[in-house]
Each structure stands twice: as C-alpha cells, then as structure tokens.
C-alpha cells in the first residue's frame, strides 16, 4: 500500500492515539504530527513514549506530543486516564484505539479479567465512553478502532469465565474473539451516536511486522508468526488505513464501517450482527462497571 499524500492538514485538532509508543501507532502519531495535529500519546513505557516524543519532534519540530501513562490492562488506570484527558483537554478530535496485544499464556488481571480481552476491547471500550463528552465538544469527530481479519475467527461468549478456563483456552482464540469484539462494539456505538457529529470506524491494518505477540506466548504460536512474516507489511504500509480514516474528508460523514487498505471491507456476519453488538455491549457495561 502506498504511503498517502497530501492529506489534509489538522491544524488545531487535538488527537490521542493508545499504544503510540512502537508499531502502527507510532508511524500513525508521526503523521498526523506532521499534519499538523496536537497529539495525546498514551504510552505503557515512559522511555519508549519519550523515545516516540523525541522521533515525533525530529520529524515536527513544530510539534509538542503531550504523554499520558497507562497500563490499559487495568481498567483502574484507564479511569485516571479518562479523568486526566477530561481535565486537560476541551475538546478531542481524533481518538484512535490502536493498542493491542496477542496474549501469552492465560494471564488474569488483578481485576479479574483475561489480559487481551480487557487490553484488546475493555479498556478501548470503557476510555470511549467517558471520553464521548470532550468528543461531542468537537462538533465533528473520529473514533477509530484497530481491528483485525482475525475477527472472522472470534465468537462472543456468554460469559468471562469460559476465556478464563486454563483447560479451554487458547491465546489466538483469544486475540480473535477480541478483535470481533473490536468490530461489534464500534458498530454499536456507530449506531447510538447516530445523530451526532461522532462517526466511529474500525480497520484491519494488515498483517503487521510488529512485536505483536506476547513474549510468552507458545513455541507454536511464535513458529506460526516466523512462517507468516513474508507475508507481512511494514508499520508504515500498517499505519496507513489510521491516518486515512483520520484526516480524509472523503469518510468524514462515514460511520460504522470496517476498513481495509483505505477502503470499505467485508466483515464476517458475525460482525454485522445487531443482536449480538447489543449484547455484547451490555457484557461489556457489566464488566467495566459502566452505568
């Protein structure tokens, strides 16, 4: 995929992107900078965000990339981080849900949750939701969620438990059901912001060439990600699809759409389930501890 040009300037818009520290996100964060965007970074690693910071200033010296800290496993930080943009910022323009990871063996958090389900769709789900006030201050803006085509192999249980039975659970079944999640969530919010200047997007970057998989994660799953990397893309070429939902005007008025390469793409029926959204989105209400 060729790396886009000319895409309009975000001069004044106010842009925070999760797991900008590495990867997709960033190559993502380095062009909107250069776009003229005030970036939000939110980072895990406070050395890798400033290492990011310093990479983003190289590229814009114009550009100052504020960073806020969080572990977005633990859904208590991810409140603080909610509190903290609420106080900070007037209005949020761009929010791009990118941080992801492909878990390792079955890790449960303190708070009681499966390490990707909470990273990979709890905490994109509950940080949207208090955020909606500083985006509907912004009259017109995005939510960008990073999915994957691994959605196709994803299921929604009926209940927690299930992920966190060690005899049934696998680390790629996992990442799988929480990119369905990814795609189910941002349908249903699509809908319910329906009437407001909120669109809400999801995407598949493709098969990216980053440190996605766990370092714990099995011999197999390590061999399997050794085999497919020919196939894989650059975080360059895996940025691209972000930057496009962010800055083009051409999808400023699109909402509830999966993308792929820039473009509208198909989602299992799964994904397209309005039922099944519904639920999910009161699952996930009960979990994060939503009213």
């Not at 966190?164 to 059901?177: L, Q």
Request: glycine share 6%.
């Amino acid at each position: 995929m060729a790396v886009l040009p000319n895409l309009p300037r975000l001069d004044g818009k106010t842009v925070l992107i999760t797991g900008a520290s590495g990867g997709i996100g960033q190559i993502t964060a380095r062009e909107l900078a250069r776009r003229g965007a005030h970036l939000v970074l939110v980072c895990r690693n406070p050395e890798r965000a400033e290492q990011t910071r310093a990479l983003i200033q190289e590229a814009s010296p114009q550009s100052a990339p504020d960073i806020l800290l969080c572990d977005l496993s633990v859904l208590a930080e991810v409140r603080v981080l909610a509190a903290e943009v609420l106080r900070r910022y007037d209005t949020l323009d761009v929010l791009i849900n990118n941080a992801g990871i492909m878990p390792g063996a079955l890790t449960i958090t303190n708070e009681g949750h499966e390490l990707s389900w909470v990273t990979n769709h709890l905490a994109p789900f509950l940080l949207t939701n208090l955020l909606l006030p500083r985006l509907e201050a912004a009259g017109q803006a995005r939510i960008i969620n990073v999915a994957s085509e691994a959605h196709w192999l994803g299921e929604i249980e009926p209940a927690q438990n299930f992920r966190n039975d060690r005899e049934k659970y696998s680390p790629f079944t996992a990442y799988c059901d929480s990119k369905l999640a990814n795609i189910l969530f941002t349908n249903e919010l699509a809908h319910r912001l329906d009437l407001t200047g909120i669109t809400a997007n999801s995407l598949h970057p493709g098969i990216v060439d980053t440190g996605l998989v766990h370092p714990g994660s099995s011999r197999l799953l390590k061999l399997l990600w050794l085999l497919a990397r020919p196939l894989m893309v650059t975080a360059e070429a895996g940025a691209q699809t972000s930057i496009f939902l962010a800055t083009d005007p051409k999808v400023a008025t699109i909402s509830g759409r999966y993308f792929k390469n820039n473009k509208p793409a198909r989602t299992s029926s799964t994904a397209q389930n309005r039922a099944e959204a519904s639920r999910l989105w009161r699952i996930s209400e009960e979990e994060v501890g939503l009213e």
